[in-house]
């Protein structure tokens, strides 16, 4: 329960999602429990922001969104957005790798009015929230999923889920959980631009993201960070919930939905009860997923096929046995490649998901980590070089390869999957099909193909 400790509420409160660009190429990150670097060719909404403006706008503030990212707006020009807004309160994301370019842009915000407090999210920060507290104007850290934490930190309270300073010594209440999803109003969806949002192995544009369920009861991979986002177990929206925001997004105009649930497949019979009511409310779309590959199976992917689903991206995160074992992810080669297998006679197409590190990993099988992604029948893969921020032993950190090495590996994974003349055939062949898709796969491919892989 969250108790107010006497301080100041907020009345008018400004999100920004910061752009962030290094030599003069654009860096997107993921807002949610993750925080990694987007591919170049991939554009994401930010459900973080869009339910933090739900939440404060569903309880009587006045709250306005920009998403500089996605506009690619300078800090001059955010300040002039800022300025017109005269904000009470400002939440922005930051992660480790941005904290130096969003505490310079709060230091330019503040000049512009004093009376603004700053505070930040972002899993790295939930972890160190000394990042940016106690050196620059941001005042208070948002932990965690921070619909919730905003909303109390909107209110005054500074009990549920924040970091912040008090004579000189950090303050952290206890991270918040949503037990009940149903409670948080769905995402301000209406507030994005659909065009500007792609990836380029989306089958119809514009495609939106709906996420149904939180955590991962698994929760063991030594790499993975989910628990410090959203703890451990996991929560799920009700049927009915989901149903109306597939009917939301559908009545905006979206043609296809990327369910991001970690593990969107975890709950075989909620998983079941989904697809059916799909089918029976005759709601037209397509759609994928992400899940693991020991939580799939032919019944439940002809059903997952009847109900719209033409993709699944799954973890497979190496081509190393030895990694597998190392990471704890619980789940061998052989596992893997029965469920590629098996989604394919489903007549599904693979995304698949590795990660360029892992503790176990070498250069022999990193060399090979593409062809291994092509021999499993992978339709698209992503190649993401492991992080370490909160505080993972990774391949890099134990000092096997260095980042320079890791990222040269992820990008010659990238060009040898994607330059691959029978995915090329493929790719051409699906854009003769579809040919509204020619333009935004277009564009993320050569932005993916002039930097696929930032170090």
């Known amino acids: 329960m969250c108790v107010s400790l006497g301080f100041v509420s907020f009345r008018r ?14 860096r997107y990150f993921q807002t949610d429990w993750t925080s990694a670097e987007f591919s170049a060719a991939i554009r994401l909404p930010s459900l973080e922001f869009l339910g933090i403006h739900s939440i404060l706008t569903a309880n009587g503030f006045d709250v306005g969104y920009l998403d500089a990212n996605d506009e690619r707006l300078s800090a001059d020009q955010i300040s002039g957005h800022f300025q017109n807004f005269s904000p009470d309160l400002c939440i922005l994301y930051a992660n480790g790798r941005t904290t130096e370019a969003v505490k310079s842009l709060v230091e330019k915000l503040t000049t512009l009015n004093t009376g603004t407090a700053f505070a930040a999210f972002g899993a790295p920060l939930t972890v160190n929230p000394t990042l940016v507290l106690g050196c620059s104007g941001i005042e208070y850290v948002i932990l965690g999923e921070p619909e919730w934490p905003a909303l109390q930190l909107a209110r005054g309270n500074r009990d549920c889920g924040l970091a912040y300073m008090r004579e000189g010594q950090l303050i952290r209440s206890p991270l918040h959980i949503q037990a009940d999803l149903n409670q948080l109003p769905p995402p301000s969806r209406h507030l994005l631009q659909p065009q500007h949002y792609q990836a380029p192995f989306s089958r119809s544009n514009p495609f939106t993201v709906i996420v149904t369920s939180r955590g991962c009861v698994y929760g063991k991979c030594t790499f993975c960070t989910q628990n410090v986002w959203t703890g451990s177990g996991v929560r799920y929206h009700s049927v009915e919930y989901v149903l109306g925001e597939i009917r939301t997004a559908l009545k905006l105009g979206y043609k296809e939905i990327f369910f991001r649930d970690e593990v969107f497949t975890e709950n075989r019979e909620r998983t079941i009860e989904l697809c059916r009511a799909i089918l029976e409310n005759r709601l037209r779309f397509s759609w994928r997923a992400m899940t693991r590959v020991a939580l799939v199976d032919a019944e439940l992917l002809a059903l997952m096929k009847q109900a719209g689903c033409y993709q699944v991206s799954y973890v497979f995160e190496t081509s190393s ?4 074992r190392l990471n704890k992810k619980g789940q061998s080669l052989k596992m893997a490649s029965a469920a590629a297998a098996m989604t394919k006679r489903a007549g599904i197409e693979i995304v698949g998901n590795f990660v360029i590190g892992l503790a176990g990993d070498t250069q022999k099988n990193l060399q090979k980590i593409s062809r291994y992604a092509k021999e499993l029948g992978c339709d698209f893969a ?18 096997s390869l260095s980042r320079q090495e890791l990222v040269a590996l992820a990008r010659k994974a990238y060009y040898s999957f ?15 099909r579809r040919p509204s898709m020619i333009a935004p796969v277009s564009r993320a491919f050569l932005r993916s193909l002039m930097n696929p892989v930032l170090a």
């Open 382 to 399: 992503q190649f993401t070089v492991a992080d370490t921020w909160n505080g993972y032993q990774s391949a890099e950190t134990l000092g």
């Open 13 to 26: 409160i400004l999100l920004i999602n910061p752009y962030i660009e290094e030599a003069g190429v654009p």
């Open 418 to 432: 994607y330059l691959d003349p029978r995915f090329l055939f493929k790719m051409v062949w699906r854009l003769m």
């Open 321 to 324: 046995a030895e990694a597998l």
